[in-house]
T-cell receptor
Framework: SQKIEQNSEALNIQEGKTATLTCNYTNYSPAYLQWYRQDPGRGPVFLLLIRENEKEKRKERLKVTFDTTLKQSLFHITASQPADSATYLCALDGSGNTPLVFGKGTRLSVIA | ETGVTQTPRHLVMGMTNKKSLKCEQHLGHNAMYWYKQSAKKPLELMFVYSLEERVENNSVPSRFSPECPNSSHLFLHLHTLQPEDSALYLC????????????FGPGTRLTVT
């Protein structure tokens, strides 16, 4: 069955550094991969979508890579700030009408 | 605000009660979803509607009953729930089923006593 793993449950990083979060998947060939941010007690908020034929996508301080050979996506936040502290979710969907499948998320804490 | 609203935000109900969760999207989207989020577990997809037709039902117990009267509204009817059903219930919408980002509501925090 499909399996999505986000590298760690929690990640602590010092303000100003680059945070790197990992999403690995098995038994799956997603056509798209998405990243969401979720704050406590609130719904996830969409950040970035990357397609299987794209290697990299950027949005302001965010960068996502997608390696279909390694079956891995990396999510980077450069010049991290305490306001970036949240849980980040990786989600994948296939072609056709397959709904999104979410990972458990990584809780990022940026320490001032 | 994401354009997706949910009511109520908090709900406490006994195991014999009947209640309903409501979701409304103001984005003109064609697909709507119900998710369950429990502590330490990934988001669990419960139901998917596309153009008001149910397209996915992930073996959800019959004590959860969805209703989609039109493309803007989605309900989740609850009856005879169990304590393990306590969770955050999230509604989401998207323009289509695949390859589109989802917009989530704030969720309903449900506690079953």
């Amino acid at each position: 069955s499909q399996k999505i793993e986000q590298n760690s449950e929690a990640l602590n990083i010092q303000e100003g550094k680059t945070a790197t979060l990992t999403c690995n998947y098995t038994n799956y060939s997603p056509a798209y991969l998405q990243w969401y941010r979720q704050d406590p007690g609130r719904g996830p908020v969409f950040l970035l979508l990357i397609r299987e034929n794209e290697k990299e996508k950027r949005k302001e301080r965010l960068k996502v890579t997608f390696d279909t050979t390694l079956k891995q996506s990396l999510f980077h936040i450069t010049a991290s700030q305490p306001a970036d502290s949240a849980t980040y979710l990786c989600a994948l969907d296939g072609s056709g009408n397959t709904p999104l499948v979410f990972g458990k998320g990584t809780r990022l804490s940026v320490i001032a | 605000e994401t354009g997706v609203t949910q009511t109520p935000r908090h709900l406490v109900m006994g195991m014999t009660n009947k209640k309903s969760l409501k979701c409304e999207q103001h984005l003109g989207h064609n697909a709507m979803y119900w998710y369950k989020q429990s502590a330490k577990k990934p988001l669990e997809l419960m139901f998917v509607y596309s153009l008001e037709e149910r397209v996915e039902n992930n073996s959800v117990p019959s004590r959860f009953s969805p209703e989609c009267p039109n493309s803007s509204h989605l309900f989740l009817h609850l009856h005879t729930l169990q304590p393990e059903d306590s969770a955050l219930y999230l509604c989401a919408s998207s323009q289509g089923l695949a390859g589109f980002e989802q917009y989530f509501g704030p969720g309903t925090r449900l506690t079953v006593t």
